[in-house]
């Protein structure tokens, strides 16, 4: 038999690229849900973007420490393949119609189930309770793909530790997470759930991490936060949500340097592939053109922070985001005004959030209506009502909630039911759920 080419963690991609998961990202949202227009962004080509800077970022920073002999040859291999991973894996956890999503499930936990009701189901044991009105994506993630994608086992996607690692972006539980900011930006979201914790803890210790975060997750969420804050703009003007005039003359009157770059790169991009006969260029050429100019422009001053950084982040010691520290964060920060007070508020688009969020909320009432009393071993009994909602659950997370049931005794039973739940209804697309609703309240 040949011997295979590929590092291990290449083979993290390979596995992760053929994945479920991974496939159901092209329908859901990136900024815009149920979007028809079909140059607009989903989450999967957002992730393939994400991925693909990420391993640009790491490549340049693999050569540097090449350079400065500080990682052996072979390991730049290694570095590239977990960024270019972490990047694609990062948002499969979110559930459907994005952020947007993860309020609603916890809206429903608040307000479904009184504070002292929901307490006692989950045996008075505070970070169970927080692991639900506190849920998070970034958590359900790290739950996907250890444990419910199953391939051959019961492992999720098999993936090596050092891609385990470096994908959980945060490193706090439910009951540590700070919101405030205080305890540093690591801390400020719920990295994992209590059924997940023990596996955390084992991460750590075979990487040697111990409670800091991976180096290679610094590269992937600057990869994110770049990627998101030029594009989010960018399909903006394609949507015709911004006019490029418009656009143009926000990130002018800022008067920062590195927006001015910016702007005069992608003069320079739009001037190479231009010929004197040519009419005036359309605004999403100008977009376009921008989005590439500025992503260049962050990806090589968030590489240069990595590197004035590398020993405090090796440390343990650096708690912030290399893109918002580097020299060009403010042409991030423009980027993401933009975003919030231009894009994101649109009419059309919390319209939508808000059909997300009455989808979402009636789901979750009809789907724990079965998960409540699912049977923990015999299938679901369809002659009464509940057991007809039983058997509309996947198979795949029935099998996982009765594997649970059975290995986890440590946890009480309603924590594993609203697991079901909330992994059910996060699997979803948003056209899935959206049809789901529709079929099942006559909408």
């Known amino acids: 038999m040949q011997r295979d080419h590929r590092t291990e963690f290449e083979r ?107 307490s006692a189901m989950l045996r008075e044991d505070e970070q169970l309770v927080q692991d639900f009105l ?24 098999n993936l090596t530790y050092g891609t385990l690692s470096a994908s959980c972006k945060y490193l706090a539980s439910s009951v540590e ?29 075979r990487t040697g991490t111990g409670p800091a975060r991976n180096p290679i997750t610094f590269i992937v969420e600057a990869a994110d936060d770049i990627v998101y804050s030029a594009a989010d703009v960018e399909d903006a003007v394609k949507k015709g949500v911004l006019r490029w005039r418009e656009v143009h003359d926000f ?47 962050l990806v090589r001053s968030a590489t240069e922070e990595y590197q004035r950084a590398y020993d405090e982040i090796m440390g343990g010691n650096y708690d912030h985001d290399i893109a918002e520290k580097c020299k060009a964060a403010g042409l991030l920060e423009q980027l993401k005004t933009l975003g919030r007070t231009r894009v994101y508020c649109t009419p059309s688009n919390l319209k939508l959030e808000l059909m997300g969020r009455r989808v979402i909320l009636d789901l979750m009432d009809v789907f724990w209506e079965g998960a409540s009393v699912l049977p923990t071993v015999d299938p679901p009994k369809t002659k009464k009502f509940p057991g007809k909602i039983g058997a509309l659950l996947s ?46 309240t006559n909408g």
């Open 12 to 118: 993290d991609w390979d596995r992760t690229i053929f994945s479920t998961p991974v496939k159901r990202l092209q329908d859901k949202a990136q900024v815009f849900p149920l979007e028809p227009h079909d140059a607009v962004r989903t989450r999967l080509t957002h992730s393939l973007e994400v991925s693909s800077v990420a391993r640009g970022i790491a490549m340049a920073v693999s050569k540097w420490l090449l350079d400065e002999g500080r990682i052996d040859p072979g390991m730049d291999r290694w570095i590239e393949a977990i960024a270019a991973v972490c990047g694609l894996i990062h948002d499969l956890g979110n559930p459907p119609f994005g952020h947007s999503g993860e309020d609603a499930i916890r809206e429903w936990f608040r307000t479904r189930f009184k504070p002292k009701e929901l």
């Open 395 to 440: 198979e795949n997370y029935r099998r996982a909630f009765r594997t649970a049931v059975r290995t986890r005794t440590d946890l009480p039973e309603a924590y594993h039911r609203f697991q079901l739940v909330t992994d059910y209804v996060c699997g979803m697309t948003d056209s899935f759920a959206q049809r789901l609703h529709r079929e099942l």
């Open 134 to 157: 506190k849920f998070e994506g970034n958590a359900q993630s790290l739950r996907l793909i250890a444990k419910l994608q199953i391939l051959a086992d019961a492992n999720g996607l």
């Open 177 to 205: 997470a700070d919101e405030s900011g205080e305890a540093g930006h690591a801390w400020s979201k719920p990295g994992y759930f209590k059924s997940e914790q023990s596996l955390v803890e084992e991460i750590r210790s």
């Open 251 to 297: 990130l002018r009157s800022a008067k920062d340097p590195d927006v001015t770059e910016a702007l005069e790169l992608m003069d320079t991009i739009l001037k190479a592939g231009q010929s004197s006969s040519q009419p005036k260029l359309p605004d999403d050429a100008y977009a376009s053109a921008f989005r590439t100019a500025a992503i260049s422009l």
